[in-house]
């Protein structure tokens, strides 16, 4: 059973960094495409940042371009999301998915997701 994991989530001040990480399990992700969205109460769920592994292009979403950098370890089978410069409008569940069939900022697409971690900046 295919399973992702998400972790590093927390409560940080405006300004400040956090480190999420996306554990896969049950199969190796090295060649999957993968992608970080987020959804704050009320709210559709936003494209966040998205890696291509056949050559490794990333894409993020304009609200975070600049201060949010994916990356992934292939050896750990795990995808991470630096957040730097938070602010409280970053608050929100963020999610990591995997496999996009359609376009890779559309969430509806995805084949495998997560469970979620909650991220929380105060001002």
């Known amino acids: 059973q295919v399973q992702l994991v998400e972790s590093g989530g927390g409560l940080v001040q405006a300004g400040g960094s956090l480190r999420l990480s996306c554990a896969a399990s049950?199969?190796?992700?090295?060649?999957?495409?993968m992608g970080w969205f987020r959804q704050a109460p009320g709210k559709e769920r936003e494209f966040v940042a998205f890696?291509?592994?056949?050559?490794?292009?990333?894409y993020y979403g304009d609200s975070v371009k600049g201060r949010f950098t994916i990356s992934r370890d292939n050896a750990k089978n795990t995808v991470y999301l630096q957040m730097n410069s938070l602010k409280p409008e970053d608050t929100a569940i963020y999610y990591c998915?995997?496999?996009?069939?359609?376009?890779?900022?559309?969430?509806?697409?995805?084949?495998?997701w997560g469970q979620g971690t909650q991220v929380t900046v105060s001002s």
């Open positions: 998915a995997a496999e996009p069939r359609g376009t890779f900022f559309n969430p509806e697409g995805y084949r495998y």
């Open positions: 049950g199969r190796t992700f090295s060649s999957a495409d």
């Open positions: 890696k291509r592994w056949s050559d490794s292009s990333t």
